[in-house]
């Protein structure tokens, strides 16, 4: 199962096959009804990949798959895998965070310059905004791991099936 902690679980070890290999093991595998029960997607940039589900299977909070081989000698392959929602909901949560730290930053020079200043401090208020920002999306990031955790699992399992190795967390 996924660590419990990781909002995007991420993965890296050393393969000993190229980076063309390595996808093609992937195509292989996305070919196949056995080894991709879930008609997993897959697209390339250079040696960037991302694996996700079809639309058809796919909500708000399912998780992609992005994976980053880089050719290290002659046989040698580092293999980067990170499991996160689509980049957009990444996106959103992060400008989330950002809003909200804004906010308390903000309540804090400016309610203090009124206070200074003498005048009502009213600016204060954006402190616990801020804060209750970040509580709503803290709950709503663990709720949507939640829903997406059965599907992180599956995406976790076509990954090992098609590169023929177990995937290791790995805390950075």
Known sequence: MMAQT???????????????????????????KT???????????????VISFPK??????????DL????EGDKQ?????????????????????SVAGLLIIAGL??????????????LFALIPAGAVLVIILLFASHFGRHQAEAQTQQLKEFLEGALQR?????ED
């Open 6 to 32: 990781a909002l995007r679980p991420r993965y890296r070890f050393m393969a000993s096959e190229k980076p063309l290999e390595l996808w093609a093991l992937i195509k292989m595998a996305s070919s196949s």
């Open 35 to 49: 080894t991709n029960p879930y008609a997993l997607e897959h697209r390339a940039v250079a040696n960037h990949f």
């Open 56 to 65: 058809a299977h796919r909500h708000f909070w399912s998780p992609t798959i």
């Open 68 to 71: 980053n081989f880089h050719e």
């Open 77 to 97: 392959t580092r293999v980067r895998v990170l499991f996160g929602p689509a980049p957009a909901i990444w996106t959103f949560f992060m400008f989330g965070y």
């Open 109 to 122: 020079i400016l309610g203090y310059s009124q206070y200074i200043l003498g005048h009502e401090a009213w």
């Open 166 to 170: 177990p995937l290791h967390h790995q």
